[in-house]
């Protein structure tokens, strides 16, 4: 069994910080691209950053300058440093990872449960 597990959501208010992190945990052989993405009410989910096993990151244009996406491959563990809040950030914040459990397994994503991120004024 895989799971994800997503810490440091919670309620802040508009200019402030979170660093939500996501621990992968159980049977894995490696991980490849592990990557944040989140769900605001009534609209789709929305890629919001990426990383590579070699450390090769990509941001939604709406987060460029102010979410550092960072990861421990020692822990399974991917980071998403969240500076200068804005309103619009509130959202479910879900965890990802592309993830072979062996290795002669092809790797699948898998998903966190979700942590909520409410940006108050």
């Known amino acids: 069994q895989v799971q994800l597990v997503e810490s440091g959501g919670g309620l802040v208010q508009a200019g402030g910080s979170l660093r939500l992190s996501c621990a992968a945990s159980?049977?894995?052989?490696?991980?490849?691209?592990m990557g944040w993405y989140r769900q605001a009410p009534g609209k789709q989910r929305e890629l919001v950053a990426t990383?590579?096993?070699?450390?090769?990151?990509n941001y939604a244009d709406s987060v460029k300058g102010r979410f550092t996406i960072s990861r421990d491959n020692a822990k399974n563990t991917v980071y998403l440093q969240m500076n200068s809040l804005k309103l619009e950030d509130t959202a479910v914040y879900y965890c990802?990872?592309?993830?072979?459990?062996?290795?002669?397994?092809?790797?699948?994503?898998?998903w966190g449960q979700g942590t909520q991120v409410t940006v108050s004024s």
């Open positions: 159980g049977t894995i052989f490696s991980i490849n691209t």
């Open positions: 990802n990872a592309d993830l072979a459990r062996t290795s002669w397994t092809r790797s699948r994503g898998y």
């Open positions: 990383i590579t096993s070699g450390g090769s990151t």
